[in-house]
Every structure is written in C-alpha cells, then in structure tokens.
C-alpha cells in the first residue's frame, strides 16, 4: 500500500544482490593486478566496443544527438543521454560527487564546467584531444576541452534604433540614456558568462554599477529567446544575447526575428566576449578510455565539421575546420582574450544576488 | 467516550506516520541545508530586498488569481447549474476543457499571439484561464447537490434573493469554494512554466534561477525555505475559514433538482459570458498549437518518435497516480474519520512539499538516494517517488471527500451484518469512494503529464517525456517542433480531464 514499503523491501532487495556482485568485481581487479601485464609502450588503449557511456549533456539536443549517432557509427560505442541544463546538471554531478553514473559532461558554457572542475570531479583529458583546439578556448588546467563556441551580441530592433545609434561598448548601456531600452536574461548560464568577462576585463567596480544599471534600467527577460522575441516585438528596443538564437530562428521560420538585428561590438570589448562551450570526463567513469575517445572524436574533424554543417550555429573551435559558412568569421569578431578558467562565476553570482537580479 | 472512538488504531496510524515521514523528506533536506550553512549565512540571503519582491509578487498572485478564478468559478457553475442556459451539458464539458491543456502550453500561446503581454495582470489572466475549473467542478457538483428545500425555506421566511444567497448557498457551496481555492494556490506557489515567460517574477521562477546560477543552492534552500512557510500560511488560512459546518444533507430519499432561473431576455448576454472564457481559455492555445503545426504539417507528426515518448509519458503518469491515491487514501482516511488535530497536521504536512518547485525535490532526492539508496539512484522508482512528494496534495482533496461522502454507518452495517473487514473495504468502501480516488488519479496523472524538472533530474537516464521533449524544443525557440508534444499532452490529459468532469456531473447526490 505504501511506498515507502516498496522501497524497503527493494532496497533490501537489492542490497542482498550488491553482495555477491561486489564480491565479484572485487576479484575480478585482483585477477588483473596481479595476473595480466599492462600494456606497455603502445599510447591509444584498445576500446571496449561494447561499453555503454552515460553522457550529462546540457548542449543543444539535436547537435548531441548528430554526434552521439556518428560517433556510435564510427566505434560501437553506445551512448545514452541524459539532457539538462548547464548549472542544474554541474549542481547534481556536483551532489552525486563519486557516485555519479556519468561518463562526460557537456554544456553550453564554460561556469559549469568550472565548477565541477572546482569540485574535483574531472580528470584529465587526453593531450592528443587538447592539441585538436587552440589553447585559447580549453582552461590552462587541461581539466576540460572547448567543443564549440557562441558570440556575445546585441540584438536591436531597426524600427526602434538606427545602425549609427548603437552603443560601441557594451559597458555604454549603463548610459542613462539607454536606460529603459537594453534588456538581457540575468538568470541562467549564458548572462552568468558574459557578466565573468566583464567582471575579468573590467574590474569588480565597473561590473557592479554595470549591474546596477540593468536591474534599474534594463529588462530583465527569462532568456535569450524571451528576449529576442521582446525585441522583435518592438517591447524592448536591445537586448544582450548570443548570435545563435537569431541564426537558428532565421534558419525556422523567422517569426521571432524578422524585425531584429545583431549588433557585434568588437575591438576586444567585453560585449564581444566569445564563450566557451565544454566536454569533460568524469574522474569516476568506468570507462575513462572511450569516454575519452568521445571528447576527441567531438572536438576533432568530423564532429567539428557536423557541427558547422547542424542547424546549432555555434563556432566550431577545432583547428582548421571553417565553422558554418552562415556565420560572420570567428576570427572577424574582435573577441577579448580570456582564459575560460579565469571567469569568476562565484563572485558574479554574488556580485548579482547584491544588486538583485537573482 | 466520543474522544476515545476517534483515537486511530495503530495499524492505520503507523503507515501513515511512515507516509507522513516520506512526503517529508524535502522539507528535511531543505531544513538540514539551512541549518548546516547556519543562520549566519542564511540570514542575509532572507532578508534582503529581492525577497521582499519575491513575497510580495507571490502573494498578489495567489490572491488575484484566486479571486478571479472563485469569481469565474462560481459564476459559471451557478449559470450552467442553476438557468436555463441553452446547452447546459454541452457548455460545462467544454468549460472544464482547460483541464486538459497545460498551463505553459496556454501561456505560450498567449505570448506567441500578444509577445507585449507580461507582469502582474497577464500572469493573473493566464492562469486564471488555465485553473478556473479547479473551482467550477466542485463548486457546480455542490449546487447540484444542494437541497432545493433550503433555499424554499429560506424565501417562505422572506429572504430577498441577494441575501439567500449570502446566507443560504454560499455558506453550503464554502468547502468546495476553498477547496478549489486552496488547490489554485498550491498550483500557484509550484508554478514555473506558465508564469516565467511572463517576466514576472514569484518565489518558484526565482529558485529556478538560482539553480541556474553557479554556486547556489544555499540561496535556493533559504528561498525554498521562505516558500514553505508560505505554503503553511495558507493551509493553515484554509483550515481556520473551513470551519466545523456540516454540509451533509440530513432527510430521506434524493433531493429534488432546484428550478432553473428563466434567462429570457438575458439568454444572449448570458451565453457571450461561457463562450468568451471557452474562447480565451481554449480558442487560444488551440489556435496557437495548430498556427505551429501548419509550419510542419504531417512531417511534423512522426510516429515512430512521438510513440515511445508518449507511452513513457502515459507509463510514468499511471504508475505515480496509482501510487500517489494508494499512499493518500490511508492517511485522507485517518483525517476524515479519526479528526483531530493531530491527525489534521499529519495529513496537512503532506503538502508541504508540494508547495516548492520540482527541482527542489529533484536535488533533494538526489542527495539522499546516492548516499542512502544507490541502487534506486535514477530509477522509475526514485522519479515515481518523487511525484508522490509533489502530487500527494493534489490527490488527497479529492481523497478526503469522497471519504468524507461515505456515511460510516454503511459500514457499520456491513460489520453488523457479519462481513470481514476486508469485505467491508471491497463491498462497501470501495465503491462509494471509487469516483472520487479516480478523480484523485485523474489530477495527479495531469500533473505528471506536465512535470519537468524532477523528470529531467530523477528519470532513468535516456527517458524521455512529453514535457522534457516539448522544453527542448520550445527552450530552442523551435515551436513547430514542440507543437506535436503540446498536441500529445492536451490528448493525454482528455481522459483525466473527462474523468474530473464526470465526477462533477455525478455531484454529491448519490
């Protein structure tokens, strides 16, 4: 009649059956600490075809879907999915510590992956892996690697502001007079990550009364999308996001974008930041060697080149592969340089509970 | 002597304790949370100015929407009950349609037709539109059920019709108005979906954010702390205003149907007032949904991906709703035939956690089973464990109810008459509290069909629901692509909504 019945009984269930699989896998190490020499001198280990990987993947479903498909093609690897969000998913890998079933960890930005790396839940990622994307979009720790990457922006609605009104930093919104007319969505990972930009770029000082200004004069909208269907609404006359959204919807059906667009502020301005999306490895996989074969084969040519071939428009950040020829040139951005293990999301994340945006 | 017949005999009292303690597991957690940081840390993060607007914006909310929905509720009830409005049968299904479309489906749709609509009075309109009918079907089953006598009565001892309804009927109708009310509430305090994309913020939206933010479960735990004393202040409203009034209706044989008001000339006006809230409530969802799908067309409807989905969908909702009625109907019993204030709190305790967001208890969940149940970490039985949390208070209104309906002395009889206990549950109970536990069921699946985050955390890994798959793709601004999830979930939900309906129909008379 109850659960909690059930769940006794099931626990004890399967108490009773942990034993003697326990028992087991206890001799089988054994068995290979002692018996079996390890394989000497040869660097790429022989992968286990028939493992299942657990992959948290908190980038676009559809764009993990293509990879998961090539990559399980390529090697008879299965992977299952387990789709979330960034910062929901880093916060559980983060409470399931040792225990966690997964094998890799994708997101869309590069907080989350700083802090299951600060946790301590990642291990190191292969050097071949790493030397497939410049050293610019992977953390100096090598704990994780850049997959892929998105552009900060500023979407305008023509009908409400000119091309020559447009603000040259995006530190110029805290003007009075944009005060009414800029908007961003301060909850969730993608604002987090530019507020740590400015936060590195500009100092703690400028980052707050930054803030201050959006939480008295912007429009605090629930997300990318919420925001750029407010501008192409005309409610809201800017808003900060990234490019992705309006590529992706002018690629659908344009209804949320036909009246809006994208304004890049470049010459290394932190409205220009450029962030990075991450794979890692859990330090407690059971499968370290194919998990890793997952990262390379996503960050290498041809996970690289379905990435700039999906529907996703993200940058591709592997070496040599041109990104989604739709896109205006990664290189033409005038990104800041930023090293993504730098960002503080702890304290932009204090810095915005202070002014009250979350 | 009377006291002593109502003390609960332990073989009913420890499962529910049992029950009580697992509903309670969250709210441990939480607390745990916040004791642990200490007061130190938490204090700065309760008292501060967002969380000022917070319970403010929570507050006026639940009482616009409450408002609005009692006043649309009763209103529609006593038009379809109680005139002669043409189509009456016809108007009260489609009236209790909204049940079948999910709040973030109408709220979507509202935003793609008006995108300028956002804070205070949109959210109160959409949700009013979405929750109405959690007031319009008991209030309408409770003036069905009404003994025309009484208000007879009360005319021959010259009560003008104003004041007979101030002091007859509403009276009788109060415990299916709070009823309702305190359902919309509950809602209200959990819901996300349906009120974020509105930019107006309330205690769920914003712990849903924090979540979202790095480093920020503390601030979560204190704003899901601040939510359940929130979540007490109303149960603890709901039980004061209940009062102690016996609603039964005393007297031989069935009542007698009250004589419908003639409209005459009032007809017309009288008809525009169900047509425009049908039209509002679910001309504009389905308006939307069917807008999305004309991008797509068939394509869009692909049955070898949307099968799987919507048998996970429908699996998982049967199995938490069985659960969920089997884990209320003991303790709704010990409530309705052993009251007392203890057992009173240990029923209300229950909704307690479904007051704060899924992801909550998701996280909650996930703590406490990779410590102490491994073996149950991402299983069925951890998500279905985790609905039972969420949905218990769901079921348990209709749950006490329908117990409340069935007359003890039935089964005093049965006994008498030399059947088992056992018999007596199956012969007797069962059947007079059948229509309420499946209308118990009924809500609780609705809500599953729904649910996102504690799928999205708790799910085998690889599951894949209606809700999570309609968020993806909505979450990509992909609308046609969500549109076959809306359009699966709104068929998923008909059976529960008919169901809930039907029960209304049937009324109290019985």
């Known amino acids: ?358 | 002597m009377r006291r002593l017949r109502s003390l609960p005999p332990l073989r009913l009292l420890v499962p529910c304790l049992l029950i009580a303690g697992f509903a309670a597991i969250p709210l441990v957690v939480i607390v745990y949370y916040c004791f642990d940081v200490g007061w130190a840390v938490v204090e700065p993060l309760v008292f501060r100015p967002l969380i000022g607007e917070l319970l403010a914006n929570t507050i006026l909310l639940c009482a616009t929407t409450t408002t609005c929905c009692l006043t649309a509720g009763v209103a529609l009830a006593w038009l379809v009950e109680r005139t002669n409005l043409p189509g009456r049968g016809v108007w009260l299904a489609l009236l209790a349609s909204p049940l079948a479309i999910p709040a973030f489906v109408n709220s979507y749709a509202w935003i793609s037709l008006a995108p300028e609509l956002h804070g205070l009075w949109a959210a109160t309109m959409i949700t009013t539109l979405s929750y109405y009918p959690f007031v319009l079907l008991p209030v309408a089953a409770a003036l069905r059920g009404l003994d025309p006598a009484l208000e007879e009565t009360g005319r021959s001892l010259g009560l003008g019709p104003a004041r007979m309804w101030v002091r007859v009927v509403l009276p009788q109708l109060r415990p299916a108005m709070l009823g309702g009310s305190l359902l919309v509430a509950l809602h209200l305090l959990a819901e996300f979906g349906a009120i974020e994309q509105l930019r107006y913020a309330t205690f769920a939206t914003a712990i849903i954010a924090q979540y979202e933010s790095t480093f920020a479960s503390t601030a979560a735990n204190a704003l899901a702390a601040v939510l359940i004393a929130c979540c007490l202040l109303f149960i603890t409203l709901e039980v004061l205003t209940r009062g102690r009034a016996r609603t039964a209706r005393l007297g031989s044989g069935a009542a007698r149907a009250a004589t419908p008001i003639r409209l005459g000339r009032l007809t017309a006006p009288a008809v525009a007032v169900p047509l425009t809230v049908v039209v509002l409530a679910v001309g504009v969802p389905v308006y939307s949904v069917t807008h999305w799908l004309g991008y797509t067309g068939a394509a869009g409807f692909d049955p070898s991906a949307l099968l799987p989905v919507l048998a996970t969908t429908a699996k998982l909702a049967a199995l938490a709703a069985a659960v969920t009625v089997a884990a209320g109907f003991p303790l709704a019993w010990l409530s309705v035939r052993h009251r007392s204030l203890m057992t009173t709190v240990l029923e209300r305790s229950t909704y307690l956690a479904s007051a704060v967001p899924g992801v909550v208890v998701g996280l909650a969940l996930v703590t406490v089973s990779i410590r102490y149940a491994r073996p149950l970490y991402q299983t069925t039985i951890l998500v279905v464990a985790a609905y039972v949390m969420l949905f218990l208070p769901r079921a348990m209104v209709n749950l006490r109810s329908a117990i409340g309906q069935a007359p003890p002395v039935l089964e005093e009889a049965s006994r008498g008459l030399g059947q088992s206990a056992f018999a007596t549950f199956r012969r007797v109970v069962v059947p007079l509290t059948a229509p309420g536990v499946l209308s118990a069921a009924a809500l609780v699946s609705l809500a599953v069909t729904t649910e996102l985050t504690a799928t999205i955390l708790l799910a085998p890994t690889g599951t894949h629901t209606l809700a999570t798959e309609f968020w993806s793709a909505a979450a990509e601004i992909d609308y046609p692509a969500a549109a076959p999830y809306a359009v699966c979930m709104i068929v998923l939900s008909l059976p529960s909504a008919y169901l809930l309906l039907r029960q209304s129909v049937r009324g109290v008379t019985r």
């Open chain 1, 1 to 358: 009649m109850s659960i909690t019945y059930t769940l006794t009984r099931r626990r004890a269930l399967a108490a009773l059956l942990t034993i003697p699989v326990a028992a087991l896998a206890a001799c089988g190490s054994t068995d290979t600490d002692s018996g079996a020499p390890a394989p000497t001198g040869s660097s790429a280990p022989v992968l286990d075809r028939n493992a299942t990987l657990t992959l948290y993947n908190a980038q676009h479903d559809t764009l993990t879907k293509a990879w998961v498909e090539a990559f399980t093609a390529k090697t008879g690897i299965k992977v299952e999915i387990r789709q979330g969000s960034d910062l929901t998913m880093a916060n559980q890998l983060a409470a399931e510590g040792a225990s966690s079933p997964a094998d890799v960890f994708l997101t869309e930005n590069s907080p989350a992956m700083s802090l299951v790396e600060n946790a301590g839940l990642f291990a190191q990622v292969d050097k071949a892996t790493l030397a497939q994307v410049p050293a610019e979009y992977s953390p100096s720790t090598g704990n994780w690697v850049g997959i892929a990457a998105r552009s900060t922006v500023l979407a305008y609605n023509p009908t409400k502001v000119t091309e020559a009104e447009l603000p040259k930093s995006i530190m110029d919104l805290q003007d009075p007079k944009w005060s009414g007319k800029f908007g961003a969505a301060p909850k969730g990972a993608d604002f987090q990550a530019i507020v740590s930009a400015m936060l590195e770029l500009k100092g703690e000082a400028a980052t707050k009364t930054w803030l201050a200004a959006l939480k008295t004069g912007g429009q605090a909208h629930t997300g990318n999308s919420a925001a750029m269907k407010a501008v192409n609404a005309g409610t809201s006359t800017t808003a900060v996001i990234y490019h992705y959204y309006w590529y992706g919807d002018q690629a659908k059906t344009k209804e949320n974008s036909n009246n809006v667009k994208l304004h890049f502020f470049g010459g290394q301005d932190p409205g220009a930041f450029v962030s990075v999306s991450g794979g890692g490895v859990l330090k407690s996989s059971k499968h370290p060697a194919e998990a890793q074969a997952l990262l390379q084969y996503i960050t290498g040519k041809d996970g690289q080149k379905l990435l700039a071939d999906s529907t996703a428009f993200e940058y591709c950040v592997g070496k040599d592969v041109p990104s989604n020829p739709a896109l205006k040139p990664l290189a033409e951005l005038g990104a800041p340089k930023v090293d993504p293990s730098k960002l503080n999301s702890k304290k932009v994340v204090d810095l915005m509970t202070a002014a009250g945006l979350i």
